[in-house]
């Protein structure tokens, strides 16, 4: 099936920065709903083209943006691994949310559905707090639970960034981020091998630049201010109780805490009377579910979950 590509770009919320969105159209049916992607930490949207090629096969629309930090223009431009120096974990939930209501303004009567991964689902999970009535369903890929460490970490980005400045790149941050999450996967080779047990995208993952990236110590403090926001039950209660959700991770994730993290936050949105909520192990599976060896599994799931949501 013929897709359409379209690029463009929008104002962030940091009131300067253009940040590039994408828009992947069926070309040869009518779109009947539409999918926005919240990318993860060190990566970009671009990598989802074949989640985007699968869903506009079936009738939907995909569209998402590089976050603030990330993708070519922020190469280009010498900001990878930047969001902003105070007020980034405002910013980012806030750019997302400004691409929804462009998309909904040129698909104002489809179902809309949020997809968000890894640093993506933790901005998604702040959107969906704050705008949670704008979407028809939800989709958390590869999220996290309650963090101890997240006190910590933010504390020492302040400190770290106290000294050396904001846009200083902590080797001791990245550390204390990753550290253990290959101690499952003692054979593998790649530092990277928590990302996924397929090799042939891990060793894709560690040859690109756009992934590869240091993040700058404030970087560090948003993520960690996003994943502490939306670690409560406070925050599941401010998430509308009739939004349907679906949580989806590799088993041997070990950002979920190897499903423990993601049981947690399910257990947080029933607790919180949500009525449709529903969770998704895939077994042998690691961080990026849709690069391995599960993706069509992944795929389908989701595709079956929007797709009760999709009037006939």
């Given at each position: 099936?013929?897709?359409?590509?379209?690029?463009?770009?929008?104002?962030?919320?940091?009131?300067?920065?253009?940040?590039?969105?994408?828009?992947?159209?069926?070309?040869?049916?009518?779109?009947?709903?539409?999918?926005?992607?919240?990318?993860?930490?060190?990566?970009?949207?671009?990598?989802?083209?074949?989640?985007?090629?699968?869903?506009?096969?079936?009738?939907?629309?995909?569209?998402?943006?590089?976050?603030?930090?990330?993708?070519?223009?922020?190469?280009?431009?010498?900001?990878?691994?930047?969001?902003?120096?105070?007020?980034?974990?405002?910013?980012?939930?806030?750019?997302?949310?400004?691409?929804?209501?462009?998309?909904?303004?040129?698909?104002?009567?489809?179902?809309?559905?949020?997809?968000?991964?890894?640093?993506?689902?933790?901005?998604?999970?702040?959107?969906?707090?704050?705008?949670?009535?704008?979407?028809?369903?939800?989709?958390?890929?590869?999220?996290?639970?309650?963090?101890?460490?997240?006190?910590?970490?933010?504390?020492?980005?302040?400190?770290?960034?106290?000294?050396?400045?904001?846009?200083?790149?902590?080797?001791?941050?990245?550390?204390?981020?990753?550290?253990?999450?290959?101690?499952?996967?003692?054979?593998?080779?790649?530092?990277?091998?928590?990302?996924?047990?397929?090799?042939?995208?891990?060793?894709?993952?560690?040859?690109?630049?756009?992934?590869?990236?240091?993040?700058?110590?404030?970087?560090?403090?948003?993520?960690?201010?996003?994943?502490?926001?939306?670690?409560?039950?406070?925050?599941?209660?401010?998430?509308?109780?009739?939004?349907?959700v679906l949580l989806v991770s590799g088993a041997d994730d070990p950002v979920g805490k190897y499903g423990k993290g993601v049981?947690?936050?399910?257990?947080?949105?029933?607790?919180?009377?949500?009525?449709?909520?529903?969770?998704?192990?895939?077994?042998?599976?690691?961080?990026?579910?849709?690069?391995?060896?599960?993706?069509?599994?992944?795929?389908?799931?989701?595709?079956?979950?929007?797709?009760?949501?999709?009037?006939?």
């Open positions: 099936m013929n897709i359409i590509r379209e690029t463009d770009s929008f104002l962030s919320a940091d009131h300067k920065t253009r940040v590039a969105s994408y828009l992947y159209l069926p070309d040869e049916c009518e779109v009947s709903a539409v999918l926005q992607i919240s990318h993860g930490m060190c990566e970009y949207f671009e990598r989802y083209r074949p989640l985007a090629e699968f869903f506009c096969a079936h009738g939907v629309a995909v569209c998402g943006h590089d976050h603030l930090g990330h993708g070519k223009r922020a190469r280009a431009d010498g900001s990878l691994g930047w969001f902003h120096e105070t007020d980034g974990a405002r910013i980012l939930p806030e750019d997302v949310h400004r691409l929804t209501q462009i998309m909904k303004k040129r698909f104002p009567d489809k179902p809309y559905f949020l997809l968000g991964h890894s640093m993506g689902s933790f901005i998604a999970r702040s959107v969906l707090a704050r705008y949670g009535n704008d979407y028809d369903g939800a989709i958390l890929m590869g999220t996290s639970g309650k963090n101890p460490l997240v006190p910590f970490g933010i504390l020492a980005a302040n400190v770290i960034s106290a000294f050396h400045g904001p846009k200083y790149k902590s080797n001791f941050l990245k550390n204390q981020s990753f550290s253990g999450f290959n101690k499952r996967f003692p054979d593998d080779p790649s530092e990277n091998a928590w990302i996924s047990a397929d090799h042939t995208h891990t060793k894709k993952y560690d040859n690109d630049p756009l992934c590869t990236f240091t993040f700058t110590v404030t970087a560090y403090r948003d993520l960690y201010r996003l994943l502490k926001s939306c670690s409560t039950k406070a925050w599941a209660q401010s998430v509308p109780n009739n939004l349907p049981l947690q936050v399910y257990e947080w949105l029933k607790e919180a009377g949500l009525q449709t909520v529903s969770y998704k192990l895939y077994d042998g599976a690691r961080h990026e579910i849709l690069n391995d060896f599960c993706r069509d599994e992944v795929l389908n799931d989701i595709y079956a979950f929007i797709g009760r949501y999709i009037p006939v």
